[in-house]
């Protein structure tokens, strides 16, 4: 069974610049979240889909958003860059919580 | 506010005795927990989770306590494997909503 895929891996963007992240999730799994990892911040919940509609969302400014599309594959796009933003994303899908949440490898994306 | 906490950064145990990982939260509502264990440029990986109904719940090598009074859970790794060694966070779930509260995380090193 293939696990939660994220691509690309690595990303170096310009500051100002707008990017696009993908996830794919585990078959079958219809929930996707998102997260930031930094160093000073730990794991911050980002927004979490199911069935193309985001039913929660994190304290992080309008400049990231998400969507979801009918095959559950998501997508997060982080507009007008800011150095800060450079971190680790992850999305994790889930059936549901009992089974936990599997995590992807994350991008790494790095703001210059 | 954090509302998910691991005190302890580090923790350094001789293979073949207990490692004991604590957690404290503070939300009396929450009603789920869950354990990740991750290792560097890797996304998390599951381990175990309980609910609140329970006060324990074994898997394995790993052991997890929920002391609800005292709003701590913890994880007891039995027999501890240098293969052990990694980050390991503890996690909320606070309504089932794909939304995990994380704390900082706390380093284990199983020493050979």
């Known amino acids: 069974k293939a696990g939660v895929t994220q691509t690309p891996r690595y990303l170096i963007k310009t500051r100002g610049q707008q990017v696009t992240l993908s996830c794919s999730p585990i078959?079958?799994?219809?929930?996707v979240s998102w997260y930031q990892q930094t160093p000073g911040q730990g794991l911050q919940f980002l927004f979490e889909?199911?069935?193309?509609?985001?039913?929660n969302k994190g304290n992080f400014p309008g400049r990231f958003s998400g969507r979801q599309f009918s095959n559950s594959r998501s997508e997060m796009n982080v507009s007008t860059l800011e150095l800060g933003d450079s971190a680790l994303y992850l999305c994790?899908?889930?059936?549901?919580?009992?089974?936990?949440?599997?995590f992807g490898s994350g991008t790494r994306l790095t703001v210059v | 506010d954090q509302q998910v906490k691991q005190n302890s950064p580090s923790l350094s145990v001789q293979e073949g005795r207990i490692s004991i990982l604590n957690c404290d939260y503070t939300?009396?509502?929450?009603?789920?927990f869950l354990w990740y264990k991750k290792y560097p440029a890797e996304g998390p990986t599951f381990l175990i989770s309980?609910?609140?109904?329970?006060d324990k719940n074994e898997d394995g090598r790993f052991t997890v306590f929920l002391n609800k009074s005292a709003k701590h859970l913890s994880l007891h790794i039995v027999p501890s494997q240098p293969g052990d060694s990694a980050v390991y966070f503890c996690?909320?779930?606070?309504?089932?909503?794909?939304?995990?509260?994380f704390g900082q995380g706390t380093t284990l090193q199983v020493k050979p």
């Open positions: 994790a899908s889930s059936t549901s919580r009992i089974y936990g949440y599997t």
């Open positions: 078959s079958g799994h219809r929930s």
């Open positions: 889909y199911f069935s193309e509609t985001q039913r």
């Open positions: 939300n009396s509502m929450f009603d789920y």
């Open positions: 309980i609910s609140s109904i329970k």
């Open positions: 996690a909320a779930d606070p309504g089932n909503t794909g939304k995990l509260i």
